[in-house]
């Protein structure tokens, strides 16, 4: 009676798995094209948070960079007496 159970349970969260994958277009019959897809979904994302983080360097380099140059030309006028 008890491995029945077991069975059922499992059987119905098979089932509820692969329902909810379906629903967000995902090919459950064919398991290792699923995997290719998450794979791929992995490197996309890593991709981007990549391309973030450049951004924000960029972001940062530009900042400072263009606060040195407006304290370089401040402290050229200051000794040209400008």
Not at 15 to 37: C, E, R, S, V
Request: glycine letters at 8%; aromatic letters at 6%.
């Amino acid at each position: 009676m008890e491995e029945k159970l077991r069975q059922a349970i499992r059987e119905a969260v098979r089932d509820g798995i692969q329902d909810a994958l379906t629903k967000y277009g995902l090919d459950t019959a064919d398991p290792n094209a699923m995997q290719a897809d998450m794979l791929y979904l992995r490197k996309s994302r890593q991709g981007s948070e990549e391309i973030i983080k450049w951004a924000k360097r960029s972001c940062v380099a530009a900042t400072v960079s263009g606060f040195l140059l407006a304290l370089w030309h401040g402290i050229k006028q200051l000794i040209n007496g400008v």
